[in-house]
């Protein structure tokens, strides 16, 4: 073991031990007040700002709010071609690596054995990558994208139509509504996070460095990564995760917070969402405490039961035929219009373009750190033609299903029953809204609920382990009170945002620290090759 607690590699490595001294003594902190990594430089700039701009937004509400609308509204309307390129780069390799002999490559080295199970695998990678999104967005993006398509004015610039829509055509805008949800949550986001953990993995297992995101770049920059050059890296990746952690929670709250007034009354106010937030994230706390094994997966796999029984029950007490039927036409609709949803120019669909597809890949590219170093913890010993199909193809099916039993159960409302409610309901309601349809509505409800918190609790402490990683120079062990303290200020930081500005600040975070990360991640794409290619196979 290493003075990390990584597992050295075990095959050979073209990175010398000299340097990876060198880098242990340049960026491992000394333990300091309240037992927090205060000298390392990382920890320390990260943390300040954060505070700062805590105080700030909290101190300035009203012109917080203004500032990150017209941020957010920016920043997707001016490069929302960049976004949408680069996400097909992070595709195109994650195909290209698995039909190329770099996929025989086993992270950790040829003789590594994985640590998890497959079941226990999938449950925490699924769980930390896109949980609380799917429980907000599975009912409430088909049907807006089905609303805005079949709208009689689909082809206008004010439209929020995906590809212009289908006016008027129920069938086709339907087939589009689908294509379009299950192309902002299936190959795109996956391979974003997928080259991340690649990344992390090789670097850290196989070449024997730190379990942070300067270590990708040593084939770049070289000795560098272990001054300022690796500073910056580390700091954009601390910023990236904890507002696109910060964006999911403000969801998460806002979706219990609702589905709790729908089924107990519980008054929906600012109050009342800061109020979830500290509870939330006090179980967090505790979870974060307990580690990686005894805390996070239990969760994640307690999360993955209870998803599975939600989402068997609305596949056999909505419209079961159509799910099941609905689930291979999605996938051909979605496969027919990729090529047009993916394309970055000449689109007349700006409002979709911009307010959904550019905003969601900044959206994950922001929790790329996060999620992409907590799959790469949890990886160790598999190829990596199976590690990226597995964290490829498998999610990307698992929200295909999910997309269709909800999202296809609330339109087939819409369309055949002629249920207006689920329609009309606002975003974070229309899951329940949908729910109330169907029989035994209070339980599915509960249910409900209680799979947004614990999607919340698994983010957060997941979350704050990898912040923890990255601001202790890559140490998997750091010290107990720095998870703590970064654990608590992911709430902090939602409470901020949901106060200055609610969903709107929330996103406008989350689509600032994804746009310079997305430069980092493409020249990552660079460093995986010529780190693969000095590997065995």
């Not at 990150?68 to 490069?79: I, Q």
């Not at 004015?153 to 829509?165: F, H, V």
């Not at 295909?400 to 975003?427: E, K």
């Not at 750091?478 to 970064?486: D, E, K, L, S």
Request: aromatic residues 14%; contains cysteine; proline residues 5%.
């Amino acid at each position: 073991m290493t003075d990390t607690g990584i597992p050295a590699p075990e095959g050979p490595t073209d990175i010398i031990e000299t340097d990876y001294e060198i880098g242990q003594d340049n960026i491992t902190a000394s333990i300091g007040p309240f037992g927090l990594d205060v000298h390392n430089p990382v920890f320390m700039v990260s943390g300040l700002t954060i505070v700062a701009f805590v105080l700030l937004t909290l101190a300035f509400q009203e012109q917080a709010g203004s500032m990150f609308n017209s941020l957010r509204d920016w920043l997707t309307a001016t490069f929302d071609w960049f976004f949408l390129l680069s996400a097909n780069v992070f595709v195109l390799l994650c195909f290209f690596l698995i039909v190329s002999p770099y996929g025989k490559v086993r992270i950790g080295g040829k003789e590594a054995t994985p640590d998890y199970s497959y079941s226990g695998w999938f449950a925490m990678l699924f769980a930390a990558g896109m949980g609380i999104g799917l429980m907000f967005y599975g009912v409430s993006e088909p049907i807006s994208h089905f609303s805005s398509s079949v709208a009689e004015n689909a082809g206008s610039p004010e439209s929020w139509a995906p590809l212009g829509g289908a006016a008027g055509n129920n069938e086709e805008a339907h087939n589009l509504g689908m294509a379009a949800t299950i192309f902002h949550w299936s190959l795109h986001p996956w391979a974003i996070y997928a080259i991340v953990a690649l990344a992390l993995a090789i670097f850290s297992y196989n070449k024997g460095l730190p379990l942070t995101m300067r270590s990708v770049f040593y084939p770049i920059f070289g000795e560098r990564v272990w001054g300022w050059t690796g500073h910056v890296i580390d700091i954009l990746a601390v910023f990236a995760t904890l507002f696109g952690l910060a964006t999911s929670l403000g969801f998460g709250a806002e979706q219990a917070n609702a589905g709790l007034n729908h089924i107990f009354g519980l008054p929906v106010s600012d109050v009342s969402k800061v109020l979830l937030i500290v509870a939330i994230t006090a179980v967090a706390l505790t979870s974060v405490v307990a580690g990686l094994d005894a805390g996070v997966k239990r969760l994640s796999e307690i999360n993955m039961m209870l998803a599975a029984l939600l989402l068997l029950f609305v596949l056999f007490v909505g419209p079961t035929l159509a799910i099941i039927s609905g689930f291979f036409t999605n996938l051909y609709e979605y496969a027919r219009y990729l090529p047009e949803l993916s394309n970055p120019f000449g689109r007349t669909d700006d409002n979709f373009r911009d307010g959904w597809t550019a905003f969601y890949w900044a959206w994950w590219i922001s929790w790329s750190p996060f999620v992409g170093m907590f799959i790469a913890r949890v990886s160790r010993g598999r190829t990596v033609r199976e590690f990226i199909t597995c964290v490829l193809i498998i999610p990307s099916l698992v929200s295909v299903l999910w997309m269709t039993a909800f999202g296809g159960t609330a339109i087939d409302q819409i369309v055949n029953d002629g249920y207006q409610a689920v329609a009309n309901a606002p975003l974070e309601l229309k899951l329940f809204s949908m729910l109330e349809a169907l029989p035994l509505q209070q339980i599915t409800s509960f249910i409900a609920i209680v799979l947004v918190i614990v999607f919340f609790v698994t983010s957060s402490d997941s979350g704050s382990l990898v912040i923890d990683t990255i601001t202790a120079g890559g140490k998997v062990d750091a010290p107990v009170p720095q998870r703590v303290f970064w654990a608590s200020f992911e709430g902090i930081v939602a409470i901020a945002l949901l106060l200055g500005g609610g969903l709107g600040a929330l996103q406008a975070m989350a689509v600032s620290t994804g746009f310079p990360f997305t430069i980092v991640l493409l020249l990552a794409c660079y460093a995986i090759v010529k780190g693969l290619a000095s590997e065995p196979r």
